[in-house]
Structure formats: structure tokens, C-alpha cells
């Protein structure tokens, strides 16, 4: 059976054995805050690292970083705001990072990532204050990645590689979404 055929690990917690050392992806900055600062940010609790493997080994293929942080008026969406209050600020959950070994693109290893942040994403809105997933894309072809796998991702009205989730659409999209593939 080859790597192709075995299916991958699901996205989990980084851990000490993981490997970084050989992860490659398109962009430079994904790859080298993996290799370089992804253990220390997972350690100090600044960002949850959540990574993907070979199947049957340590060696990362895939990952995405996440914390919490606040969006502002002006760069929420507007549908965002109806209802949220008048806070200067509103809570979310911020995907900061997210990149795929250029040796494992196209096996929806990506997709499978963005699914698994979507999810948690989800589940801790039910017990923190969360309204939404904000999304800091590296470019606009990453930006195009999350628009193509979930329609309901909007563009903030400040920045067009920062996208916009809501939670109560974040559950809609879990449910349309195939499962892991």
C-alpha cells in the first residue's frame, strides 16, 4: 500500500516527537514559523498547533495554528455586528497559520485541516464567547483557498485576505462538508 492509499492521521495537538525539520510548503513565512517558532508558541499557550502526519510516522505534513483575538467595527463584516452589541471589539477565534508539505498537496490534507479549526471552532463557541473564525491569509490565492472549500467565509472590509466566519454559519458549513478524504 502506498502513502497515497494509507489515509492520514487526523489533525492532532503538536507533540515533542513530531518532526519539523523536513516540512516544505509554498510559502517560506508558513514554513519557516513551523520549523522555527510553532514548538515555543504551542509551549508558552500564544497559539494550539494542530498538525497532520505521514501515516505511521512523526514527520508533519500539514498543520494550522490558532489562538483567540478580537475583531473591531471596522473590520467585521456587517452581518457580524447585527445583534453582537455595541462593544468596541468582538470575540474570535483567530486562524493564524495553515500550510501542507508541497510533497502531500492534493490529497485534501488542507481541507481536512480547515475542517478540523471550523469544528473546534464551533464546539468552543458553546462555552467561551466566540462569534466567529477570522482568517489571516498569507495572499489571495490562500484567501481563494477558504472561500472555494466554505462559501460562507466573507471578506473583512478592511483587508481582502482576511476572511470572516461565523459560528452559527461555521455549523451549517460542518454539515454540508464531506467528511475527511
Not at 137 to 148: P, V
Not at 151 to 157: G, S
Amino acid at each position: 500500500m502506498t502513502d497515497r492509499q494509507r489515509a492520514y492521521p487526523s489533525p492532532r495537538l503538536l507533540s515533542s516527537a513530531d518532526k519539523l525539520d523536513s516540512f516544505k510548503c509554498q510559502s517560506v513565512m508558513q514554513t519557516d514559523w513551523l520549523r522555527n517558532i510553532a514548538r515555543r508558541a504551542h509551549s508558552t499557550n500564544t497559539a494550539r498547533v494542530y498538525v497532520v502526519t505521514e501515516p505511521d510516522s512523526p514527520i508533519v505534513v500539514g498543520y494550522y495554528a490558532w489562538c483567540m483575538a478580537s475583531i473591531s467595527n471596522a473590520e467585521a463584516p456587517k452581518r457580524m455586528l447585527s445583534g453582537a452589541g455595541r462593544y468596541p471589539r468582538h470575540p474570535v477565534a483567530l486562524l493564524a497559520r495553515l500550510g501542507v508539505d508541497i510533497r502531500h498537496q492534493n490529497r485534501k490534507i488542507g481541507m481536512s485541516l480547515l475542517q478540523d479549526v471550523v469544528r473546534r471552532a464551533a464546539e468552543i463557541s458553546g462555552q467561551i464567547g466566540c462569534l466567529g473564525l477570522l482568517v489571516h491569509a498569507e495572499t489571495e490565492e490562500a484567501a481563494k483557498f477558504y472561500t472555494r472549500h466554505i462559501a460562507d467565509f466573507k471578506q473583512a472590509p478592511t483587508n481582502s485576505t482576511h476572511l470572516v466566519l461565523m459560528l452559527r454559519h461555521a455549523r451549517k458549513a460542518l454539515q454540508n462538508q464531506p467528511q475527511d478524504g
